[in-house]
């Protein structure tokens, strides 16, 4: 069992940045990746990047490449996303996910085994 915890969300200005946090605790060491997603009310949930527990490769959707970054601190077992230059688009419910099983991408972090109960963030234009 993974359990994972996100903090950070709260209201930004379009432009600026905010950094989320992941507390994962449990049987951490079985995950093979990690990543985040987000959710709109009446949207699809949308995958927005990975990262290998071991080796730490990353992966991005095309809509948050070049302006999020994902990186971990494994003594803390924290799981990180850096957004910069939000737009009003990126308000969303955003959670981190572990993958124990499975395939790793982008596209499947929804699916993925393990989620937090998601933090909010708003982005103001």
């Known amino acids: 069992q993974v359990q994972l915890q996100e903090s950070g969300g709260g209201l930004v200005q379009a432009g600026g940045s905010l950094r989320l946090s992941c507390a994962a605790s449990?049987?951490?060491?079985?995950?093979?990746?990690m990543g985040w997603f987000r959710q709109v009310p009446g949207k699809a949930r949308e995958g927005l990047g990975i990262?290998?527990?071991?080796?730490?490769?990353?992966y991005y959707g095309d809509s948050v490449k070049g302006r999020f970054t994902i990186s971990q601190e494994n003594t803390k077992n924290t799981l990180y996303l850096d957004m910069n230059n939000v737009k009003p688009e990126d308000t969303a419910m955003y959670y981190c996910a572990a993958q124990v099983a499975g395939p790793c991408t982008v596209e499947r972090v929804p699916l993925f085994g393990y989620r937090g109960q998601g933090t909010q963030v708003t982005v103001s234009s």
């Open positions: 990262i290998y527990t071991n080796g730490g490769d990353t």
């Open positions: 449990g049987d951490t060491y079985d995950s093979t990746c």
